[in-house]
């Protein structure tokens, strides 16, 4: 994944509601074997928008990890 693809996806992502952190893997290796990691709050569910993003980037070849963080 390229810088402009990598900035494209972060600046995309940051709209979710609940979205509370992102984490782009650059060898595809942290540990969870995900190449982008995210973090949503648990005070605000998990919304659709979410659930489609990382369907979507699934489906574009990567290995989405996300988990959730209090505050």
């Known amino acids: 994944m390229n810088q402009v693809n990598k900035d494209k996806i972060v600046?995309?992502?940051?709209?979710?509601?609940?979205?509370?952190?992102i984490m782009v893997c650059e060898?595809?290796?942290?540990g969870a074997g995900s190449d982008i990691l995210l973090y949503y709050g648990a005070v605000e569910g998990f919304h659709p928008e979410l659930d489609q993003a990382i369907h979507r980037l699934e489906e574009g070849g990567l290995r989405?990890?996300?988990t959730e963080r209090s505050s």
Not at 11 to 21: A, D, N, T, V, W
């Open 11 to 21: 600046s995309e992502l940051k709209s979710i509601p609940g979205l509370k952190g």
């Open 27 to 30: 060898d595809g290796d942290n």
């Open 64 to 66: 989405v990890g996300f």
